[in-house]
């Protein structure tokens, strides 16, 4: 009797076993088995879908950005610090507008690189120096950055990046004019329209590096952080600088600047 009950349950073992194996195949394929294709056992199989995110590669290494920027002159003197704007203004920025691309690749556990180049302009009206025949400014100039990036994901369409490293500004033309110094021509097309030309000769380019003049190139130490929800993507970066300006003799004068930027990664 006891053989026979033993036998049964030998033979209902082996009938039951293989249904088991091929539902639990079944189960992982319906149930978020992507990417099992039959031939990969389903140990394997399932190592493969389960993705860690940290070692996940950016999709979208690239950016295509757009922000404001403002920057001032600091000046350490023996018991005063004293910030000013090109006009000598305390206190006071100059302000622009900075657009480039960004190159931010990613390896695994969220280390990278934080790059691109960039265009930045700086406008400014005063009437501190008036007297000289200067009350408009204008500056423009080329950004490098290089850091060194930490990329801690928040899921699968959100991360945080933190960042540090060197930046280089390198100014290729600034200039001053003077309002007064405009002037109008006025003239009359085929269909009789009259039109307005308005006419602002630059009055003087500014002296890079020379007398109390910031220098044509700035290094500066910089750090910042990137909010990234899917392919938006919004920073902060501020910069120390590094290089002697020299405003004032026998005192260092560094250039600082502060930046903020929205992007598209793509």
């Known amino acids: 009797m006891r053989i026979s009950i033993i036998i049964s349950l030998a033979f209902l073992f082996t009938a039951i ?35 860690n995110i940290f070692n996940e590669h950016d999709d979208a290494p ?13 000046t350490d003197f023996k018991d005063y610090v004293y910030k000013e704007n090109l006009w000598g203004e305390e206190n006071k920025r100059m302000h622009g507008i900075q657009i480039g691309a960004t190159f931010q690749p990613c390896t695994i556990y969220g280390l990278g690189l934080h ?4 265009y930045e302009a700086y406008f400014s ?32 369409e959100a991360s945080l990046q933190f960042f540090a490293g060197l930046g280089m ?7 001053y004019r003077d309002k ?6 006025y003239y009359e097309d085929e269909d009789g329209d009259i039109h307005v030309e ?24 910089e750090f910042g952080a990137n909010l990234r929800i899917h392919h938006i993507q919004v920073g902060l970066t501020f910069s120390r600088g590094m290089t002697d300006h020299t405003f ?3 005192h260092r004068t560094s250039q600082n600047k502060f930046g903020l930027n929205v992007s598209y990664a793509f």
Do not use: C
């Open 62 to 74: 690239l950016a295509v950005t757009i922000g404001y920027v403002n920057k001032y002159w600091r």
């Open 17 to 51: 076993a293989p249904i088991t194996a091929t539902a639990q195949e079944e189960h992982f394929q319906i149930g978020g088995g992507e990417g099992y294709n039959g031939d990969i056992p389903y140990s394997d199989a399932y190592k493969r879908h389960k993705v």
């Open 125 to 156: 009206e005063s009437n501190a120096v008036k007297e000289y025949g200067h009350d408009n400014f204008t500056e423009h100039n080329l950004y490098l950055p290089l850091h060194l990036m930490l990329r801690l994901p928040l899921g699968r």
């Open 198 to 221: 308005e006419h602002w000769p630059v009055s003087e380019y500014q002296q890079y590096g020379s007398g109390s003049w910031p220098r044509r190139m700035n290094f500066s130490t």
């Open 169 to 175: 500004n390198w100014a290729f033309l600034g200039e």
């Open 248 to 250: 004032y003799s026998g």
């Open 180 to 185: 007064e110094d405009r002037w109008y021509e």
């Open 115 to 118: 790059s691109g180049l960039f």
